[in-house]
Protein backbone atom coordinates (compact mmCIF):
# COMPACT_ATOMS: atom_id res chain seq x y z
CA UNK A 1 0.00 0.00 0.00
CA UNK A 2 1.65 3.21 -0.75
CA UNK A 3 2.02 6.06 1.34
CA UNK A 4 0.22 9.47 1.23
CA UNK A 5 3.63 11.39 2.12
CA UNK A 6 4.78 13.01 -0.34
CA UNK A 7 2.03 12.84 -2.61
CA UNK A 8 1.71 16.59 -2.99
CA UNK A 9 4.35 19.08 -3.62
CA UNK A 10 2.69 21.93 -2.33
CA UNK A 11 1.12 20.05 0.95
CA UNK A 12 1.80 21.88 3.93
CA UNK A 13 4.36 20.27 6.62
CA UNK A 14 2.76 18.65 9.54
CA UNK A 15 5.14 17.21 12.05
CA UNK A 16 4.83 13.66 13.12
CA UNK A 17 4.56 14.62 16.42
CA UNK A 18 1.45 16.84 15.79
CA UNK A 19 -0.06 14.25 13.94
CA UNK A 20 0.57 11.69 16.72
CA UNK A 21 -1.30 14.24 19.13
CA UNK A 22 -4.57 14.78 16.33
CA UNK A 23 -4.98 10.16 16.14
CA UNK A 24 -4.73 10.36 19.78
CA UNK A 25 -7.21 13.21 20.43
CA UNK A 26 -9.42 11.32 17.80
CA UNK A 27 -9.14 7.93 19.86
CA UNK A 28 -10.03 9.90 23.31
CA UNK A 29 -12.60 11.72 21.83
CA UNK A 30 -14.07 8.50 20.40
CA UNK A 31 -13.81 6.50 24.05
CA UNK A 32 -15.20 9.08 25.95
CA UNK A 33 -18.34 9.98 23.48
CA UNK A 34 -18.49 5.34 24.24
CA UNK A 35 -17.41 6.00 27.95
CA UNK A 36 -20.24 3.82 29.60
CA UNK A 37 -20.08 0.99 27.43
CA UNK A 38 -16.00 1.06 27.21
CA UNK A 39 -16.42 1.06 30.76
CA UNK A 40 -18.80 -1.58 30.99
CA UNK A 41 -17.14 -3.63 28.72
CA UNK A 42 -13.58 -3.55 30.10
CA UNK A 43 -14.62 -3.53 33.90
CA UNK A 44 -17.96 -5.90 34.33
CA UNK A 45 -15.98 -8.86 34.76
CA UNK A 46 -13.44 -7.52 36.81
CA UNK A 47 -16.14 -6.85 39.02
CA UNK A 48 -17.92 -9.63 39.02
CA UNK A 49 -15.26 -11.70 40.34
CA UNK A 50 -14.42 -9.23 42.72
CA UNK A 51 -17.90 -9.95 44.19
CA UNK A 52 -17.97 -13.39 44.13
CA UNK A 53 -14.38 -13.65 45.84
CA UNK A 54 -13.54 -10.69 47.26
CA UNK A 55 -16.81 -10.39 49.05
CA UNK A 56 -19.47 -12.98 48.41
CA UNK A 57 -16.66 -16.15 49.51
CA UNK A 58 -15.28 -14.36 52.43
CA UNK A 59 -18.88 -13.51 54.08
CA UNK A 60 -19.25 -17.08 53.73
CA UNK A 61 -16.10 -17.64 55.37
CA UNK A 62 -15.10 -19.56 53.04
CA UNK A 63 -11.76 -18.13 52.14
CA UNK A 64 -9.75 -16.31 54.97
CA UNK A 65 -9.07 -12.38 54.97
CA UNK A 66 -4.99 -12.76 53.36
CA UNK A 67 -7.09 -14.18 50.12
CA UNK A 68 -8.10 -11.06 49.36
CA UNK A 69 -5.27 -8.80 50.25
CA UNK A 70 -4.05 -11.33 47.41
CA UNK A 71 -6.80 -10.82 45.07
CA UNK A 72 -7.12 -7.21 44.63
CA UNK A 73 -3.76 -7.14 43.11
CA UNK A 74 -4.62 -10.04 40.84
CA UNK A 75 -8.07 -8.19 39.82
CA UNK A 76 -6.35 -4.70 38.71
CA UNK A 77 -3.82 -6.66 36.85
CA UNK A 78 -6.52 -8.72 34.81
CA UNK A 79 -8.66 -5.42 34.20
CA UNK A 80 -5.56 -3.05 32.64
CA UNK A 81 -4.44 -5.73 30.84
CA UNK A 82 -7.10 -7.22 29.47
CA UNK A 83 -8.49 -3.97 28.60
CA UNK A 84 -5.18 -2.94 27.01
CA UNK A 85 -5.04 -6.05 24.85
CA UNK A 86 -8.58 -5.61 23.36
CA UNK A 87 -8.23 -1.67 22.95
CA UNK A 88 -5.58 -2.99 20.11
CA UNK A 89 -6.65 -6.12 18.91
CA UNK A 90 -10.09 -6.13 18.23
CA UNK A 91 -10.14 -2.84 16.37
CA UNK A 92 -7.36 -3.87 14.24
CA UNK A 93 -8.41 -7.18 13.22
CA UNK A 94 -11.63 -5.12 12.12
CA UNK A 95 -9.61 -2.79 10.43
CA UNK A 96 -7.48 -5.09 8.69
CA UNK A 97 -10.79 -6.99 7.60
CA UNK A 98 -13.83 -6.69 5.68
CA UNK A 99 -13.80 -2.77 6.95
CA UNK A 100 -10.45 -1.54 5.89
CA UNK A 101 -10.99 1.25 7.84
CA UNK A 102 -7.11 1.28 8.60
CA UNK A 103 -6.73 3.37 5.23
CA UNK A 104 -7.96 6.02 6.69
CA UNK A 105 -4.86 6.29 9.43
CA UNK A 106 -2.50 4.99 6.79
CA UNK A 107 -3.03 8.20 4.66
CA UNK A 108 -1.97 10.33 7.40
CA UNK A 109 1.28 12.16 5.90
CA UNK A 110 3.38 10.00 8.94
CA UNK A 111 5.73 6.99 8.74
CA UNK A 112 3.50 3.68 9.06
CA UNK A 113 5.37 2.82 12.17
CA UNK A 114 4.14 6.10 13.41
CA UNK A 115 0.47 4.78 13.42
CA UNK A 116 1.35 1.78 15.08
CA UNK A 117 3.08 3.69 18.06
CA UNK A 118 -0.20 5.30 18.05
CA UNK A 119 -2.81 2.69 18.62
CA UNK A 120 -0.24 1.21 21.22
CA UNK A 121 -0.12 4.67 23.18
CA UNK A 122 -3.96 4.79 22.79
CA UNK A 123 -4.11 0.86 24.26
CA UNK A 124 -1.88 1.92 27.66
CA UNK A 125 -4.26 5.01 28.11
CA UNK A 126 -7.58 2.34 27.59
CA UNK A 127 -5.71 0.03 30.18
CA UNK A 128 -4.56 2.81 32.59
CA UNK A 129 -8.44 4.56 32.77
CA UNK A 130 -9.63 1.07 33.34
CA UNK A 131 -7.39 0.18 36.08
CA UNK A 132 -7.73 3.43 37.83
CA UNK A 133 -11.69 2.88 37.42
CA UNK A 134 -11.58 -0.39 38.76
CA UNK A 135 -9.62 0.07 42.21
CA UNK A 136 -11.99 2.03 44.15
CA UNK A 137 -14.65 0.06 43.35
CA UNK A 138 -12.92 -3.19 43.96
CA UNK A 139 -12.10 -1.83 47.57
CA UNK A 140 -15.77 -0.75 48.00
CA UNK A 141 -16.97 -4.53 47.35
CA UNK A 142 -14.35 -5.94 49.43
CA UNK A 143 -13.76 -3.56 52.13
CA UNK A 144 -11.05 -3.16 54.35
CA UNK A 145 -8.23 -4.76 52.88
CA UNK A 146 -5.63 -6.14 55.36
CA UNK A 147 -1.77 -5.15 54.34
CA UNK A 148 -3.20 -2.60 51.31
CA UNK A 149 -0.66 0.59 50.67
CA UNK A 150 -0.02 3.91 48.70
CA UNK A 151 2.85 3.90 50.65
CA UNK A 152 5.29 3.10 47.10
CA UNK A 153 2.63 4.60 45.06
CA UNK A 154 5.27 5.89 42.00
CA UNK A 155 5.87 1.92 42.14
CA UNK A 156 2.24 1.29 41.59
CA UNK A 157 2.58 3.71 38.73
CA UNK A 158 5.17 2.19 36.64
CA UNK A 159 3.80 -1.22 37.24
CA UNK A 160 0.34 -0.24 35.93
CA UNK A 161 2.21 1.77 32.73
CA UNK A 162 4.33 -1.26 31.72
CA UNK A 163 1.72 -3.80 32.22
CA UNK A 164 -0.38 -1.82 30.07
CA UNK A 165 2.12 -1.13 27.45
CA UNK A 166 2.95 -4.85 27.47
CA UNK A 167 -0.30 -6.29 26.81
CA UNK A 168 -1.29 -3.34 24.35
CA UNK A 169 2.04 -4.05 22.48
CA UNK A 170 1.29 -7.46 22.83
CA UNK A 171 -2.47 -6.71 21.29
CA UNK A 172 -0.75 -5.07 18.09
CA UNK A 173 1.28 -8.18 17.63
CA UNK A 174 -1.57 -10.49 18.11
CA UNK A 175 -4.09 -8.06 16.02
CA UNK A 176 -1.72 -8.40 13.14
CA UNK A 177 -1.00 -11.90 13.45
CA UNK A 178 -4.45 -13.24 13.53
CA UNK A 179 -7.10 -13.57 10.71
CA UNK A 180 -10.05 -11.87 10.95
CA UNK A 181 -12.03 -15.58 10.94
CA UNK A 182 -10.34 -16.79 13.75
CA UNK A 183 -10.62 -13.89 15.95
CA UNK A 184 -12.41 -16.59 18.37
CA UNK A 185 -9.30 -17.84 18.64
CA UNK A 186 -8.06 -15.37 20.96
CA UNK A 187 -10.64 -15.83 23.11
CA UNK A 188 -10.43 -19.43 23.78
CA UNK A 189 -7.17 -20.55 23.16
CA UNK A 190 -4.94 -16.84 24.30
CA UNK A 191 -7.01 -14.93 26.73
CA UNK A 192 -8.64 -17.70 28.82
CA UNK A 193 -5.95 -19.24 29.42
CA UNK A 194 -3.87 -16.31 30.35
CA UNK A 195 -6.65 -14.88 33.19
CA UNK A 196 -6.40 -18.32 34.96
CA UNK A 197 -2.59 -19.44 34.98
CA UNK A 198 -1.59 -15.49 35.29
CA UNK A 199 -1.78 -15.92 38.66
CA UNK A 200 -4.29 -13.15 39.07
CA UNK A 201 -6.41 -15.73 41.76
CA UNK A 202 -3.46 -16.67 43.40
CA UNK A 203 0.07 -15.68 44.23
CA UNK A 204 2.81 -17.11 42.08
CA UNK A 205 4.63 -18.11 45.17
CA UNK A 206 2.00 -20.30 46.58
CA UNK A 207 3.06 -22.79 43.42
CA UNK A 208 6.05 -23.67 45.02
CA UNK A 209 4.09 -26.61 46.07
CA UNK A 210 3.83 -27.87 42.52
CA UNK A 211 7.21 -26.87 41.23
CA UNK A 212 6.73 -27.57 37.32
CA UNK A 213 3.54 -25.36 36.93
CA UNK A 214 5.52 -22.43 39.33
CA UNK A 215 8.35 -22.50 36.48
CA UNK A 216 5.67 -22.83 33.63
CA UNK A 217 3.43 -19.50 34.28
CA UNK A 218 6.62 -17.56 33.69
CA UNK A 219 5.66 -17.79 30.39
CA UNK A 220 2.90 -15.79 30.98
CA UNK A 221 2.98 -11.96 31.20
CA UNK A 222 0.35 -11.39 33.37
CA UNK A 223 1.94 -13.26 36.17
CA UNK A 224 4.28 -10.29 36.09
CA UNK A 225 1.77 -8.04 36.12
CA UNK A 226 -0.30 -9.65 38.99
CA UNK A 227 3.03 -10.01 40.97
CA UNK A 228 4.45 -6.32 40.67
CA UNK A 229 0.79 -5.05 41.92
CA UNK A 230 1.21 -7.49 45.13
CA UNK A 231 4.56 -6.27 45.63
CA UNK A 232 3.32 -2.81 45.53
CA UNK A 233 -0.23 -2.40 46.97
CA UNK A 234 0.47 -5.17 49.87
CA UNK A 235 3.95 -5.75 49.95
CA UNK A 236 3.26 -7.61 53.10
CA UNK A 237 2.10 -10.55 51.04
CA UNK A 238 4.30 -13.42 49.58
CA UNK A 239 5.08 -11.83 46.18
CA UNK A 240 7.65 -11.69 43.54
CA UNK A 241 10.45 -9.80 43.93
CA UNK A 242 10.32 -6.71 42.27
CA UNK A 243 13.54 -6.82 41.07
CA UNK A 244 12.63 -9.62 38.95
CA UNK A 245 9.00 -8.80 37.87
CA UNK A 246 9.84 -4.67 36.73
CA UNK A 247 12.55 -6.01 34.29
CA UNK A 248 10.74 -9.10 33.28
CA UNK A 249 7.58 -6.38 32.31
CA UNK A 250 9.99 -4.36 30.51
CA UNK A 251 11.88 -6.65 28.78
CA UNK A 252 8.01 -8.45 27.26
CA UNK A 253 7.44 -4.45 26.56
CA UNK A 254 10.35 -3.99 24.46
CA UNK A 255 9.93 -7.32 22.32
CA UNK A 256 6.27 -7.49 21.32
CA UNK A 257 6.33 -3.85 21.11
CA UNK A 258 9.23 -4.27 18.52
CA UNK A 259 8.15 -7.14 16.82
CA UNK A 260 4.35 -5.67 17.26
CA UNK A 261 5.54 -2.58 14.70
CA UNK A 262 7.11 -4.71 12.28
CA UNK A 263 4.15 -6.99 11.64
CA UNK A 264 1.90 -4.25 11.41
CA UNK A 265 4.52 -2.41 8.50
CA UNK A 266 4.36 -5.77 6.85
CA UNK A 267 0.72 -6.30 7.27
CA UNK A 268 -0.26 -2.62 6.30
CA UNK A 269 2.34 -3.00 2.85
CA UNK A 270 1.27 -6.48 2.30
Known amino acids: MSHAAGSSAT ?63 GILALSLTIASLQAVTLPLVADFGLGGEIEDRLLAPVPIELVAHQKILSGIAQGVLTGLFVMPLA ?77 AVLANPLVYVSEGLRGTLTPDMPHMSLRA ?13 TLGIRMFARRATG
Request: charged content about 10%; proline content about 8%.
Open 11 to 73: APRVSALRVLLALLARDARVTRRNLPAFLIRTSLQPILFTTVFGFLLPSMGLVQGFYVSSLLP
Open 139 to 215: RLIMGPIPGLTLDHFAAVVLVFVLGAAAFSALGLLLGTAIPPAQIGLLFSAIIGPMMFFGCAYYPWTGLDRVPMMQI
Open 245 to 257: SIPALAGITAVCW
